[in-house]
């Protein structure tokens, strides 16, 4: 077995595509992997039986590092008239339409970012731009988006987290039942709550499904709960409630430790009380 049916075989490659050429190349210190694909003559035909083929285009794939090594699929693809006459490029079986990478790097780039992994850091890891990264990654996250399926939602929690240093916030939406997030929008006023239901309901779970909405004290949040989810229950999340709570308690403890008081000096007494709250 030469080197080209081992690619073939390690591609898994089907009729009429085959390696024509595997060359390893050194310039300095960069070492990379080329392997060049074609297909055969006379299977890229019309329905009237002559070949349909246009002006080859010559295209460059990104692949998986073969040991520490680059590589690289080259292939001059070939455009086609279609049967109404309009020029196509012609799927290729390893690579998304569109994109500079075979399909198992995208799959492999999605798994290290699913286990945690930046996705900067995915594209430097690779020895790729990150550019690549995030273009497969956002690729995948609006086919997600896409086919998601948030029907019935019933109980819903609704919080705000910081996008990056600064004042730029995202409103984050959960199914609390599905323990799932169902919809990220930019802001943290009344104008998310909106968009979050109208998500909800493009999706095919109208205002009036929902239950309960579980969020913070935050005035826009309940002003828009209440405006488009009518019939829904607000349930602040204990988190919030708490640090009421641990505030009361410890104004408390200041107001009446400046006084001659029988809790003067009883300031462990709180602490456990706030600790004991934690459990709340």
């Known amino acids: 077995m030469n080197n080209e049916q081992l690619f073939e075989l390690a591609l898994g490659l089907q009729a009429p595509w085959y390696v024509s050429k595997t060359e390893f190349r ?25 070949s349909t083929v246009h002006d080859l285009v010559d295209r460059t794939w990104r692949h998986l590092n073969i040991f520490e090594h680059e590589c690289y699929l080259h292939c001059k693809v070939p455009p ?58 956002n690729y995948w996250i609006s086919v997600a988006c896409c086919q998601a399926d948030h029907k019935g939602v019933k109980i819903l929690g609704i919080d705000e987290t910081s996008a990056k240093k600064g004042h730029d916030y995202l409103a984050l939406a959960v199914d609390m039942e599905q323990k799932r997030v169902v919809h990220v929008t930019k802001g943290k006023g009344a104008d998310t709550i909106t968009a979050i239901a109208g998500y909800l309901k493009g999706k095919g779970s109208p205002a009036e499904g929902v239950e309960q909405v579980c969020t913070d004290l935050s005035p ?22 708490k640090v009421l709570l641990n505030k009361a308690m410890d104004d408390l403890r200041e107001r009446e430790g400046k006084t001659p008081h029988i809790l003067k000096g009883q300031k462990c007494l709180f602490l456990r009380g706030e600790q004991n709250l934690k459990g709340f």
């Not at 006459?85 to 780039?109: E, M, N, T, Y």
Request: no cysteine; hydrophobic share 40%; aromatic share 14%.
């Open 80 to 137: 086609v008239y279609d049967q109404d006459d309009k020029v196509k490029q012609v799927d290729v079986p390893w690579a998304r339409a569109g994109i500079g990478s075979i399909l198992l790097f995208g799959a492999f780039s999605m798994f290290l970012i699913g286990q945690g992994m930046p996705v900067n850091k995915v594209g430097k890891t690779l020895l790729d731009y990150p550019k690549r990264a995030w273009t497969i990654f």
């Open 26 to 50: 050194s310039e300095g210190a960069s070492k990379s992997m080329h392997v060049t694909l074609d297909y055969r003559s006379g299977f890229f035909v019309s329905s009237t039986g002559h």
């Open 220 to 241: 826009g949040f309940i002003s828009g709960i209440g405006k488009e989810f009518p019939k829904a229950e607000i349930v602040f999340d204990r988190f919030h409630v």
